[in-house]
C-alpha cells in the first residue's frame, strides 16, 4: 500500500494522492507523532542528534518541530540570495557547546548558520561552489567545525560559529559534473581527523584542517555484501553512502 500510494503520488502529486499517502503511514502502529507542515517538504529535512527535534525545509524557508507532541517550535524564511538559492541540504551540530544547537543550511548560493534556540541566521558563508554543498559534517569535540563537499570531490571546513573557511577556496574543476564524495565524517574521539567517502568505493581519512591525507581503504564487495556467486562478471566498486566512527576508537566503520 506504501509502495502504490507514493507511485500514485509520483505519477500525479494531486490531493486524493497525497490523503492516500497520509492514511497509509497513518495507520502505521509503530508512528511516534505525525506532522503536518503548511507547505509541501520538497526541500530537505534533518533531526537532531538526540531526535528530539526535526527541521523541515521547503526550499525557501524552515520550520522546527518537536516529534514528541508533533507541535511546530517556530519557522523562518532561509532563501538565500543568488540564482540557485532552494536549500538543498541541512545538518544539525552533535552538541550543545556553542549555546545551543545550530543548524546548518546549505544551497548552491551558500551556507547559513542558524542558532536554533533564537531563531535567527548567526553566520552565512558563500562556497564558491560549482554546485550545490553536499555532505554536511558536524565535529563532536575540540575546535568547533564544519565541514561540505564543495562540488568535484573539493571539501571546504570550517570554524564555528564564524565560518572561517580552514582551506583555500576550492576552485571548480573544468571538466567536472557531479558531486563525488558520498558521506563526512568527524572522529568524535579527534576532530582534526575526517573522514570521506566516494562513488568510486574508496573512504579516505584526511586532517580536517589542511586535508593532508592520512589513510586510505576501499571496502570491498564481500565485506560489504557477502561473497558473489560464481560466474558472477566484475561490478563497478559500489559507492559509501554512509559513514560512522566507533565510540572507543578500536576501529573505525563504514557501510
Excluded at 151 to 174: F, I, K, M, S, Y
Aim: net charge negative.
Amino acid at each position: 500500500a506504501v509502495l502504490l500510494s507514493a507511485a500514485a503520488w509520483q505519477r500525479a502529486p494531486t490531493p486524493d494522492a497525497r490523503d492516500a499517502i497520509i492514511s497509509v503511514f497513518e495507520a502505521q502502529p509503530d508512528a511516534i507523532a505525525w506532522l503536518y507542515p503548511d507547505r509541501p517538504a520538497n526541500g530537505t529535512v534533518a533531526f537532531t542528534p538526540d531526535s528530539q527535534q526535526l527541521a523541515i525545509t521547503d526550499g525557501n524557508s524552515v520550520e522546527l518541530w518537536d516529534v514528541a507532541t508533533g507541535k511546530r517550535l517556530w519557522e523562518a524564511s532561509a532563501a538565500l540570495s543568488g540564482p540557485h538559492p532552494a536549500i538543498d541540504i541541512a545538518a544539525f551540530s552533535a552538541d550543545d557547546k556553542l549555546n545551543g544547537k545550530l543548524l546548518a543550511l546549505a544551497s548552491a548560493d551558500g551556507l547559513q548558520l542558524w542558532q536554533t534556540a533564537d531563531r535567527k541566521v548567526i553566520s552565512a558563508a558563500l562556497p564558491n561552489a560549482p554546485m550545490p554543498l553536499h555532505a554536511l559534517a558536524f565535529s563532536s569535540t575540540g575546535p568547533a567545525l564544519l565541514a561540505a563537499e564543495c562540488g568535484c570531490g573539493q571539501v571546504q571546513v570550517w570554524t564555528l560559529p564564524d565560518l572561517h573557511p580552514l582551506r583555500p577556496v576550492p576552485q571548480p574543476a573544468p571538466a567536472c559534473s557531479k558531486s563525488s564524495i558520498e558521506g563526512l565524517a568527524f572522529d568524535p574521539a579527534d576532530s582534526s581527523v575526517l573522514a570521506r567517502s566516494q562513488i568510486n568505493g574508496l573512504v579516505w581519512l584526511e586532517n580536517a584542517q589542511t586535508g593532508a591525507p592520512i589513510a586510505q581503504v576501499r571496502p570491498s564487495d564481500d565485506q560489504r555484501n557477502g561473497p558473489a556467486p560464481s560466474g558472477t562478471p566484475p561490478q563497478q566498486p559500489a559507492g559509501v553512502p554512509r559513514l560512522a566512527f566507533s565510540a572507543n576508537r578500536s576501529g573505525r566503520a563504514s557501510c
